[in-house]
């Protein structure tokens, strides 16, 4: 089992709808969590950390759930802008340096 | 600040050749890393440091090398080209308190091909 695993994708949504992520961790151990953002042909930015009580930003939705080892993110009035790859990144809590395992995205793409 | 640059943005290796990928950040950053992204796949680390001094292998190490003489620099070599090499290599850099703590912050990449 991979340590990080995503929503295969792709999501092909209308300009409005509500899309949802989801993404699993093998590493009970594992510490933190955050959703990047990757658009086409860029760098990977942060887009939000995923706290144990959940939290939102705007239109964003992130959730946690340690029991089941599980992160979503949700996606409200999705506008075209939003269009990119979506990495869920764990946090393993080990040695210092080689801790932050991303998962293979899972790319978005909203159209007109 | 100019965040994370990385030099050059496109490459194109023959096999066998050797090249060395410029990391430069001017966050003050103690924690560097350098990453290999191949299509639909996730990054994976090739290698990171802690600070100036101080390189560690990550999942990915072979047929790579690192140092980091300074905080700001963190060139990545690539010895002996070959065509598995063929990827896009991220930079990333990260604080070690306050906000920055768990951001890391990304280069704009190196497209690499080896022929």
């Known amino acids: 089992r991979k340590e990080v695993e995503q929503d295969p994708g792709p999501f092909n949504v209308p300009e409005g709808a509500t899309v949802a992520f989801n993404c699993t961790y093998s590493?009970?151990?594992?510490?933190?969590f955050f959703w990047y953002r990757q658009d086409c042909r860029k760098e990977p930015k942060l887009l939000m950390s995923?706290?144990?009580s959940g939290n939102e930003d705007g239109r964003f939705t992130a959730q946690l759930n340690r029991a089941s080892q599980y992160i979503s993110l949700l996606i409200r009035d999705s506008k075209l802008s939003d269009s990119a790859t979506y990495l869920c990144?764990?946090?393993?809590?080990?040695?210092?340096?080689?801790?932050?395992?991303f998962g293979p995205g899972t790319r978005l793409s909203v159209l007109p | 600040n100019a965040g994370v640059t990385q030099t050059p943005k496109f490459r194109i290796l023959k096999i066998g050749q050797s090249m060395t990928l410029q990391c430069t950040q001017d966050?003050?950053?103690?924690?560097m890393y350098w990453y290999r992204q191949d299509p639909g796949m996730g990054l994976k680390l090739i290698y990171y440091s802690v600070g100036a001094g101080i390189t560690d292998k990550g999942e990915v190490p072979n047929g790579y090398n690192v140092s980091r003489s300074t905080t700001e620099d963190f060139p990545l070599r690539l010895e002996l080209a070959a065509p598995s090499q063929t990827s896009v290599y991220f930079c990333?850099?990260?604080?070690?308190?306050?906000?920055?703590?768990?951001?890391?912050?990304f280069g704009p990449g190196t497209r690499l091909t080896v022929l």
């Open positions: 966050m003050n950053h103690n924690y």
């Open positions: 990333a850099s990260r604080g070690t308190s306050g906000a920055s703590y768990n951001e890391q912050f």
């Open positions: 995923v706290y144990s």
């Open positions: 590493n009970s151990a594992s510490q933190s």
């Open positions: 990144v764990v946090n393993k809590g080990q040695s210092y340096g080689q801790n932050f395992v």
